[in-house]
Each structure stands twice: as C-alpha cells, then as structure tokens.
T-cell receptor, first 114, second 113 residues
Framework: GEDVEQSLFLSVREGDSSVINCTYT??????LYWYKQEPGAGLQLLTY?????DMKQDQRLTVLLNKKDKHLSLRIADTQTGDSAIYFC??????????????FGQGTTLQVKP | DAGITQSPRHKVTETGTPVTLRCHQT?????MYWYRQDPGHGLRLIHY???????DKGEVSDGYSVSRSKTEDFLLTLESATSSQTSVYFC????????????FGAGSRLTVL
C-alpha cells in the first residue's frame, strides 16, 4: 500500500539552509507535494513536482526528486523565523482509481532559532 | 482559506452523542475531502466525494459517514462519537486529478469526553 515517511523534527539557525526529507512507496505516483501548516491553521500548498522532473526551484524553495530511491526533499534557503511550521510531504493516487486522493506523511516540525 | 469554510471550528461533546461537521465551498470544485490530523499520524483520509451524491471511503472511514447533496456542501457525521475520534478535522477541495492541488479549510477541533 501507499506510505509516506518523514522525520518528525528539524532545528536550524536563522539564515541557514533547511533540508526536509521524505520517502514514499508508490512508484507510480504522478505528483508529489509539499504543504506547510502554521499553528492553528490549515495546510497551504508550497509547491509540487511532476514525477518526470528531477528538480524544481521556486524562489527560496528547491525540490529534488530521486525516483529510483523514491526520495523527495525540500530545501529552504536563507531560512527565516517565519518559516517555522510543520511541513508535509504528500503523494497523489494515480489512475485507474483517479480519485484525486493525496496520501500525506506525518509532517516535519521545522524550528528556526534566531 | 478563502472559498472554503468549516463549521463548527471547535466542539466539545460527550461519548455516544452524534456530531456533524460541515464543509462549505464557494469554488464550485468537484472534489471534496475530509481528513483527520493526529500527532504522529499526519493527515489521514476519512471520506471523499467526486460529485453530488458520489462518495467513497478513505483509509480511516470506520465510525464516520458523509453526505453531499449539493456541490457546495460536504457533511461529515459521527453517528456515536468515541474518545478515539477526538482530533482536528480538515476539509479540502480540489478541481480533480491532474496536478490536483488541494485547498484546505481552517480545521474543526473536536473533543469527545
């Protein structure tokens, strides 16, 4: 079955880079996502990557995908205190179910120290 | 969370009572989902809908039922609440497969005593 695994906690200093890692099991996933959750709020999409891509960059965010190892990472450059949040990795269910379901990891809490 | 509203945002109830959570959207999206969030488990899918009156079970559907009589509303019902259903419940909407970006509501915190 589908499973998405993340480490639970990461602490960095302001200005450093943060790297959050994720592994998934469904090799047929077509899209992989990163969502951010701030305290008391719902999840917000940060970025997503199509499975035929190796890398996607969006301002301070870089997503790397290694399909062979089923490994996804999110790098945040110049991490700021406002980046403190829980980050969720997710994979999409693929056809034939075609239901648009997303399977989420447990979430990584990012703590940014001043 | 523009375009998607959950109610109530907070509820405390007793074991054995029925509870209904409502998700309302103004985006006319076809797909709607109910997830629950628990420490150490991330988000787990309870039920989802792919159209009016079209629903299906997710990975943790036991003890829950849903209904969707209109495009804009997706109701989650706990027929007889148990303490294990204490959680934060999130509704999400999407236009469907493809990139399938989910937009989430702000969440409903349910405590079952």
């Amino acid at each position: 079955g589908e499973d998405v695994e993340q480490s639970l906690f990461l602490s960095v200093r302001e200005g450093d880079s943060s790297v959050i890692n994720c592994t998934y099991t469904d090799s047929s996933s077509t899209y992989l996502y990163w969502y951010k959750q701030e305290p008391g709020a719902g999840l917000q999409l940060l970025t997503y990557i199509f499975s035929n891509m190796d890398m996607k960059q969006d301002q301070r965010l870089t997503v790397l995908l290694n399909k062979k190892d089923k490994h996804l990472s999110l790098r945040i450059a110049d991490t700021q205190t406002g980046d403190s949040a829980i980050y969720f990795c997710a994979e999409s269910m693929t056809p034939p179910s075609n239901t648009g379901k997303l399977i989420f990891g447990q979430g990584t809490t990012l703590q940014v120290k001043p | 969370d523009a375009g998607i509203t959950q109610s109530p945002r907070h509820k405390v109830t007793e074991t054995g009572t029925p509870v209904t959570l409502r998700c309302h959207q103004t985006e006319n999206h076809r797909y709607m989902y109910w997830y629950r969030q628990d420490p150490g488990h991330g988000l787990r899918l309870i039920h989802y809908s792919y159209g009016v009156k079209d629903t299906d079970k997710g990975e943790v559907s036991d003890g829950y039922s849903v209904s969707r009589s209109k495009t804009e509303d997706f109701l989650l019902t706990l027929e007889s609440a148990t303490s294990s259903q204490t959680s934060v419940y999130f509704c999400a909407i999407s236009q469907g497969p493809g990139a399938n970006v989910l937009t989430f509501g702000a969440g409903s915190r349910l405590t079952v005593l």
